[in-house]
């Protein structure tokens, strides 16, 4: 198997030649800042490339081919499956710089910007234009829209607009080989020749590193409204919800808390039922406001057919943020409680979400952990999250998780449905002991980390 290099005098040189001393961080207290992402994880890099420039990012890659040393690609490092992380060493290359919206086409309904742009930014400069951008990942305020593409993130929006991929029209990227490329189109239709667009979507930066985005924007809807239902048993929360898709309403949003989140969160939402019930959904529909409202009615009916104990129309705009707040708060709550914690994201067909949430209890027995179960509803994503009393038990918890995703796999379902693959989906050392250590011995020919070091378990 080929080695890695590291980072020599003569090939540190070369890269200072190549993308300007200024862009090159070296000292060991900068670098730390690169060593993470929001994962468990961490591994040193010898060296950070801050590109603000496509030019750079072909020189640097060009240099990697050269010389053999490993280049993992960076956004705004808010992901949890440790893509960012350097596990081999070398050089990560921080996009984060690179953030310019470099223009906003209000007549034809596009976007064009650079990668390191925060995804919030993009959302409220179109917003300004009467124009909406839909993906809406829950870290929307710090990660990149480079970072979502690469990973096609979404959100509670996802079930009525889709991911990432669905926005990006053509991007600019930079291929392993050093060459710059363009793919896609920037018009609302495009058929023409192979689609090497939606290949580096969601390839985690294994591929090619992405310098520029065309987006598609779409009018921002004229209002949204929410609603609130409380039930009895999750089983029932999921039944609403299976009729409501098939009776063929499109919420914008349906996202559900189970019981163990609602202890944790009952107390700070607005209403009385949150610290009694055993499952509680979200649900929001956008549009023209007449429509809505006679849609949120059915929806409410359709609730209460399936055993809601309470439903509550159109909470005022106070609650409604604080609704909002605390259901991205709840993974904040689970991570202050817990030494250990481990976030899966798995998704099964939505006729499955009940018995796959149902089966949890007996992973927790079996494997000494605790599970809080979240997500969003309407897209059968659910946010499982691991939690232990003690890391030493974070092997024990892989084991149980191993098992998880191979349930999942045996319902139909996929074994992520935001966060990718990562490191996060192999095993590795534990509790830091990637921290600082180069293994150059690893790996393959490729200057970008290769897929294939991150075999995921869905293979296994
Ligand atoms: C609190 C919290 C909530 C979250 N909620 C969601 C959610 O609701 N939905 C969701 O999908 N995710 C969610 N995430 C995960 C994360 O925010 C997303 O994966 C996000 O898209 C990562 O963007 P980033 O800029 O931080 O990328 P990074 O973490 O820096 O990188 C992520 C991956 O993309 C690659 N990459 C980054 N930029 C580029 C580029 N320009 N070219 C090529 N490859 C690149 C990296 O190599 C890495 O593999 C959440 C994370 C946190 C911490």
């Known amino acids: 198997m080929p080695s890695y290099s590291p980072i020599t005098p003569e090939i540190l040189s070369e890269i200072k030649g190549a993308v300007g001393s200024d862009a090159v961080i070296q000292t060991t207290e900068k670098l730390c800042e690169f060593e993470k992402d929001a994962g468990e994880d961490a591994c040193l890099p010898e060296l950070v490339v801050e590109a603000t420039s496509p030019r750079q990012v072909s020189a640097l890659l060009r240099l990697a081919n050269r010389y ?17 992380i350097p596990l081999f060493g070398g050089v990560v290359l921080s ?55 690469a990973t096609n993130a979404g959100g509670p929006s996802c079930v009525k607009y889709g991911t990432t991929r669905e926005y990006v029209l053509g991007l600019e990227a930079v291929l392993p080989s050093g060459e710059i490329v363009e793919a896609g189109v920037r018009t609302r239709k495009g058929v023409v020749g192979y689609d090497l667009r939606h290949l580096l979507l969601g390839s985690e930066g294994t591929l090619g590193v992405i310098t520029k985005l065309i987006l598609k924007l779409i009018p921002h809807p004229q209002t949204i409204t929410t609603l609130v239902a409380f039930f009895p048993k999750l089983t029932s929360a999921m039944d609403a919800v299976t009729a409501m898709l098939v009776r063929g309403h499109v919420p914008c949003a349906v996202e559900f808390l189970d019981d163990r989140c609602l202890e944790i969160t009952g107390d700070l939402l607005p209403f009385e039922e949150a610290r009694l019930a055993k499952a509680m959904l979200i649900i929001e529909t956008d549009g023209v406001q007449r429509v809505i409202e006679e849609e949120m009615e059915t929806i ?28 991205r708060e709840v993974s904040l709550r689970i991570e202050d409680r817990f030494p250990l914690y481990l976030h899966e994201d798995v998704v099964v067909p939505i006729g499955k979400i009940a018995d ?10 079996e494997y000494g952990i605790k ?35 191979k349930k999942v796999l045996s319902m139909g379902g996929t074994i992520s449905g935001e966060h990718g693959i990562g490191i ?31 075999e995921p378990r869905e293979n296994i």
């Open 95 to 149: 996009l984060a710089k690179m953030n310019r919206i470099l223009s906003i086409e209000k007549d034809n309904l596009i976007a064009v910007v650079e990668p390191g742009v925060i995804t919030l930014d993009l959302q409220n400069a179109v917003r300004r234009e009467n124009l909406f951008y839909p993906p809406d990942p829950a870290s929307l305020d710090t990660c990149s829209i480079g970072g979502n593409a």
């Open 371 to 405: 599970i809080y179960s979240f997500g969003h509803a309407g897209d059968g994503n659910i946010h499982v999250n691991i939690t232990a009393e003690d890391r030493k038990c974070r092997d024990r918890a892989e084991e149980g998780i191993v098992n998880l995703l």
């Open 356 to 365: 796959l949430v149902g089966c949890l209890r007996g992973f927790e027995g």
């Open 300 to 327: 409410g009916e359709i609730c209460m057919e399936q055993g809601a104990v309470n439903v509550v129309m159109a909470p005022d705009s106070l609650k409604r943020a604080r609704i909002w707040e605390i259901r």
């Open 68 to 84: 053999s040393f490993p280049v993992t690609p960076r956004g705004l490092g808010t992901g949890l499956a440790g893509g960012a």
């Open 424 to 454: 996060a989906k192999k095993t590795v050392p534990t509790d830091g002991a990637l921290c600082g250590k180069h293994p150059h011995s690893k790996g393959n020919q490729t200057s970008l980390r290769s897929p294939a070091d991150t």
